[in-house]
């Protein structure tokens, strides 16, 4: 069984997957300098109302294993500690 850590980031992947067209359409609309103030200024307020785990940098590369958040095997996703 998956400890806290590698559910939360499993939640967080998935978070960030369903909203990720959105928010970047945001994003675009927010750092666009040739539309006006007022429409960036919108965009930037609807991109403070997403939650906590739809910005990508949530998402970390953890063990599926041990849930230890340094030296992952990409190809794998374990860390060097476990047993490949």
């Known amino acids: 069984m998956p400890n806290a850590r590698v559910l939360r980031d499993i939640k967080a992947r998935n978070i960030v997957k369903a909203n990720e067209v959105l928010r970047r359409a945001y994003l675009y609309v927010a750092r666009n300098e040739t539309l006006s103030p007022q429409v960036r200024h919108q965009a930037q307020l609807q991109l403070n109302t997403f ?12 063990c599926t294993e041990s849930g230890r958040g340094r030296g992952i095997i990409s190809e794998f996703a374990l860390c060097r500690v476990c047993d490949l």
Request: aromatic share 8%; hydrophobic share 10%.
């Open 51 to 62: 939650g906590k785990y739809t910005r990508p940098t949530t998402v970390k590369n953890r």
